[in-house]
């Protein structure tokens, strides 16, 4: 039984199990799964066995899961599109994905022609004009067909579809369930954080959906909102974390954020950015039953493909932490900028290798072949993806350096911003960093450190300053060490829960 059948098969067993909260708004797997197939039976009428991918318009509404799963059952990829997304970004996307149909959820008034764009109300007449349609399961999204899209930042400007496969979805499940020991006999809910269009999402989404349990959404306007946010928190019974570290060290600035607001939480899932040793201790200190499990993994591997649990122990002694062991069916080289392997210990570029590789970027051969190649392994062809970031393997466990584009040239000297920031993390009294090139005239003239302080201001900015400068030194060479200091609350994240660095630099100017 695939994915896709075993959720559909949740209609008969779990028929009145929860499966999606948002807001004040519920819905069952019952109501799910017909409103899918009748929204399938739809989609099946209209493009028979086309295979063009269609797009996902909206934020966490109940019709986005709807919406997707009917995709899938009618044979068709499909893009998640956030309601942050700009009108260009939106624009490039139905471009490049050159897509027949748009579900508009979130109701935009973008006019895209030869598009056949649903807003919500037309959802709706689909839903009641295809009401107990069943769709042909021959139409189902086979094993090596495409299941999602999803669009990321491209250094041409212009975004690139990440092509994810059903069997390269149902690899991570298979192990991500393993990870964080999902019992068959028990109704979980999940923490959805990011949004669908973030493939952080999709780690949430799909072990929910394949353990027949609860997605719990959070909405954008309760992350910027502590209070709002924590009475969600306090109704929500939520089992398992899934985040963005930025977004955990966000809820940590406030003391409530503990076992008592959470007391059902056994796990926190991390990935998508570097978890600090600083904020596995105060989970650990907070949430003294929960497992923290750092994870690592591009969207082109689809979600993560390592992970480690950070015990006290791990906390106290690695530092920085490892990302973890690799799955069983991937494997991970460190290589030099010639393409050579390199030895234990050495920095290079990671390169995955393995059943969770995407299959490539969407209408896009060029960046393709850049990025992605095949290699034998054990008498097995394998999917290769050159990742961009840098790392190094030690005793069976990899370590995230940074990214390799996060590498600047500043008076001739190459440094790594991630490189200052873990250094910075060191000091005792820093929560969390950010370091910007300040940059005039195309020119990086300077760097900027933007601290948090795990404790309020005790000395005038410029001495707090000086200070985080003279402990710097113990760490690292003079030309490394930022000019500028700036103390900040809170560092801006985007709606995806990671760090705003370009906010930070236009701020910061």
Known sequence: ?????????????????????????????????????????????????????????????????????????????YIPIDTSFPYERVRDIVDSSQTNMIFNVGEFDYKFSDVNVKNYNQIKEILL?????????????????????????????????????????????????????????????????????????????????????????????????????????????????????????MCLGDSSFNEELLPKLETFLFCGETLTNSCAERLLEKFSKSKVINMYGPTEATVAVTSIEVTEEVAKEICPLPVGKVKEDCRIIIVDEDGNEVSEGERGEIIIIGDSVSIGYYNNNERTEKSFSKKFINGTEKRCYKTGDEGYLKHGLLYYSGRIDFQIKLNGYRIELEDIENNLRNIEFINNCVVIPAIKEDKIQYLNAVVVLNRSPWEKEFKIAMLIKNELKKFIPDYMIPRKITIVESLPMTINGKVNRKALMEETK
């Not at 769709?135 to 067909?145: H, I, Q, R, T």
């Open 1 to 77: 039984m695939n994915l896709i059948e075993k959720i559909s098969s949740y209609e008969i067993c779990k028929c009145e199990q929860i499966a999606h909260v948002y807001k004040d708004s519920s819905i069952t797997y019952g109501e799910l799964i017909e409103k899918s197939d009748a929204i399938a039976s739809y989609i099946i009428d209209q493009f028979g066995d086309d295979k063009t991918p269609i797009v996902v318009y909206g934020h966490k509404e109940h019709e986005m899961l709807i919406c997707f799963l009917a995709c899938v059952k009618a044979g068709h990829a």
């Open 129 to 249: 004009q295809y009401q107990l349609h069943k769709p042909d399961k021959k139409y189902f999204v086979g094993k090596e067909d495409t299941f999602y899209i999803i669009y990321t930042s491209g250094s041409t400007g212009k975004p690139k579809g990440v092509q994810i496969t059903l069997s390269c979805l149902e690899s991570f499940i298979n192990w991500a369930a393993k990870v964080c020991s999902l019992r068959d006999d028990f109704n979980y809910v999940f923490m959805n954080q990011a949004p669908f269009s973030f493939d952080l999402s999709v780690m949430d989404l799909y072990l929910s959906l394949w353990s027949g349990s609860t997605l719990f959404s959070i909405d954008k306007s309760m992350t910027s909102n502590l209070k709002l946010l924590f009475e969600s928190f306090s109704s929500s019974n939520i089992n398992i974390w899934v985040s963005t570290p930025s977004f955990a060290e």
